[in-house]
């Protein structure tokens, strides 16, 4: 069978990466992603991606140029994007008209220059063409600029950087109705370094403006007016923001009015890399760096209220699935799920990730396959994270034939017979490492169990017969219960129930 990763043949793959090695100009490069509809397959995505983050682990010299290509292909597919919702929007908009306006009853909230710069327009809009201003550096042309637009002298207060955020003030206009009107927004939010931001977060007043008259949220841009440095990268990247909700937990907000499309994750994802390190994150002071390696949890909010969702989420206390292990098992799951990631590839990376952040991460025991409630998916990925958090905690190694018995089970249940047997492979590795004696046999009998599993799946019911006719011979496996067969291990006391 050919393998066609993705949808795409390996000759595809290789054509579309050559393609974009030869595009040298922008514009080469929009005629490229024109003709070569690859570049728009999230597969493809997860390829440069991969490359991407080669180049820059190996401080590879070629890292300069791939990299110009990456974020501005990545900014054009984004810019497609958003301008075909903007399409959509404006043409149910012209055939329904408005509908169900709830008014805007929140208070914009910004650190007082820009509080100032809203008060002196009082509704006001400077012209939607004209230069950028950097509040540090351009006060004196800003409020010219202001002055004359508004038909009296005005001087904003003197500018002062807020610590672990960066704004911005836009003309925008709304994706419906096509209203412009000023957003003064953040585009960098660091709530470990400004947790009096989270306040006005809570109450829906930072990033969550709609338009007055019809009650849209999605916007487009059409002046970045005064920015503070560094900026975003571009102009649609303005609407977006990156927020640090707690010490390794981030998450970007896209632009107002995005909604999530699952081949277009990928997209964002990448956006939100070139965001995040737009500036530093520094931690906060008088903490020391946590011991051992760390992951940073990303996830995207597609709306204030899932941005709030995930901030409660991080805060909560952690006698819970780790936010990160959670959002892991989430996100593997949905990018299965929906076709962009083989199956074999997620099973590694659970596995690796696992091994590598899970030290302090509880061992969770998501049952047999036929009694989890869930996706069988998810299932599997649980069971996975267990065998990566036993690696990470070093455990004794009849734990470890067990959760890769299970492992195995969940992969029968979904199916796969060849990623099963490499799941038992691991089991019977473990199992060698088991000192003999009764833990030892009641292991040794579960992994016999399921390789008569195995057997079945294959259709060689004679040799399953054969091991379960032996099996039989043990009466310590009667009750043939996989919590009856930790117990028996002597494993069961350190395991959390889903
Ligand atoms: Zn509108």
Redesign the pocket.
């Known amino acids: 069978m050919p393998r066609r990763p993705g949808g795409l043949d390996p000759t595809e793959i290789n054509e579309a990466l050559a393609a974009l090695n030869s595009a040298t100009t922008p514009e080469a490069l929009e005629e490229v992603l024109e003709r070569v509809p690859a570049l728009s397959s999230p597969f493809l995505h997860a390829i440069l991606r991969q490359k991407h983050l080669e180049l820059q682990n190996s401080k590879s010299p070629h890292l300069r140029s791939f990299e110009g290509r990456y974020h501005f292909m990545f900014l054009l597919l984004h810019e497609r994007w958003h301008q075909s919702l903007v399409a959509q929007s404006r043409a149910s908009?012209a055939q329904t008209g408005?509908t169900d306006i709830e008014p805007v009853g929140t208070e914009p909230y910004a650190p007082t220059f820009w509080m100032a710069l809203l008060r002196e327009l009082d509704g006001a809009l400077p012209p939607a063409k004209g230069p950028f201003y950097d509040p540090e550096t351009d006060s004196e042309a800003l409020n010219a600029e202001l002055s004359a637009c508004l038909g009296r002298t005005i001087t904003l207060p003197p500018f002062t950087a807020t610590p672990g955020s960066k704004w911005a003030a836009i003309v925008v206009g709304?994706?419906?109705?096509?209203?412009r009107r000023l957003d003064v927004r953040a585009y960098v939010a660091d709530l470990v370094i400004a947790p009096e931001l989270i306040e006005p977060l809570r109450e829906q007043r930072i990033n969550a403006s709609?338009?007055?008259?019809?009650?849209?949220t999605l916007s487009y841009p059409v002046r970045v007016w005064v920015l503070e440095a560094p900026g975003a990268g571009d102009t649609l990247a303005m609407l977006s923001c990156a927020w640090r909700l707690a010490r390794n937990v981030f998450s970007y907000q896209p632009p107002p009015g995005t909604q999530r499309v699952e081949e277009n994750d990928r997209i964002l994802e990448i956006r939100f890399g070139q965001l995040l390190r737009a500036v530093p994150w520094p931690d906060p002071d008088g903490q020391p760096s946590a011991d051992g390696p760390v992951q940073a949890t990303m996830t995207i909010s597609y709306s204030p209220a899932e941005l709030i969702h995930y901030l409660d989420r991080a805060s909560a206390p952690s006698d819970q699935i780790p936010f990160a292990m959670e959002t892991m098992i989430r996100e593997m799951t949905r990018k299965v799920e929906s076709g962009i990631l083989p199956l074999h590839q997620a099973i590694d990376t659970v596995l690796e990730h696992a091994a590598m952040f899970g030290h302090d991460w509880p061992l969770v025991n998501p049952g047999l396959p036929r009694f989890f409630k869930g996706p069988p998916l998810a299932h599997l990925f649980h069971c996975l994270v267990s065998e990566g958090v036993l690696r990470a905690q070093s455990a004794p190694p009849d734990a470890r034939t067990m959760f890769a018995t299970l492992t195995a089970s969940s992969l029968l249940a979904l199916g796969e017979g060849a990623l099963a047997e490499a799941a038992l492979a691991r089991a019977e590795d473990s199992l060698a490492l088991v000192e003999p004696g009764r833990a030892h046999d009641l292991v040794a009998a579960a992994v016999a169990d399921t390789r008569a599993d195995l057997l079945e799946f294959l259709n060689r019911y004679d040799e399953a017969a054969a091991i379960r006719q032996q099996l039989l011979v043990n009466p310590d496996l009667q009750t043939n219960n996989l919590q009856a067969r930790m117990a028996r291990a002597g494993i069961a006391s350190h395991v959390v129930s889903t």
């Open positions: 908009y408005p709304c994706g419906a109705c096509d209203r709609r338009c007055p008259a019809c009650g849209a």
